[in-house]
Nanobody, 128 residues
C-alpha cells in the first residue's frame, strides 16, 4: 500500500518560490507515474503536473507551465514540485498521488476523479 505525505508548503509573496516534497511512507516503493494536484477553497481539485516512472517525461497544466518543475528521486521515494514565479492564483492545498495503473503518465494520471486516496496535502499561500 502506498502512503504519501506532502510537505514544503508555506506563505510566500508573489514572485517567490517553494519546493514541495511528497514522500512514500509505505513499506514498498514502486515506480508509479506520479502527479501533483491542487485545490483552492470552493473549487474542484485540479491537475498541476505529472511525471513518469523514471522522470524522463513530465507533463504540466497550462497554468503552471514554465514556472513549475516536477521531479523525482526514486532512491529517496520522493517526488518534488519546484514552484517559481508564484502567483496569488497558485494559492491552494497541494496534493500528490501515485497512478498505480503503471509506469507511464496517461490521461487518467492527470484526472483527480480517478484517485480514491488523498493525503493531507500541504498549504501554499501566495500573497500579492
Amino acid at each position: 500500500q502506498v502512503q504519501l505525505v506532502e510537505s514544503g508548503g508555506g506563505l510566500v509573496q508573489a514572485g517567490g518560490s517553494l519546493r514541495l516534497s511528497c514522500v512514500d511512507s509505505g513499506r514498498f516503493f514502486s515506480n508509479y507515474a506520479m502527479a501533483w494536484f491542487r485545490q483552492a477553497p470552493g473549487k474542484e481539485r485540479e491537475f498541476v503536473a505529472a511525471i513518469n516512472w523514471s522522470g524522463s517525461r513530465t507533463f504540466y497544466a497550462d497554468s503552471v507551465k514554465g514556472r513549475f518543475t516536477i521531479s523525482r528521486d526514486n532512491a529517496k521515494k520522493t517526488v518534488y514540485l519546484q514552484m517559481n514565479s508564484l502567483e496569488p492564483e497558485d494559492t491552494a492545498v497541494y496534493y500528490c498521488n501515485a497512478d498505480r495503473r503503471g509506469l507511464q503518465v496517461t490521461g487518467a494520471t492527470m484526472e483527480p476523479q480517478k484517485y480514491d486516496y488523498w493525503g493531507q496535502g500541504t498549504q501554499v499561500t501566495v500573497s500579492s
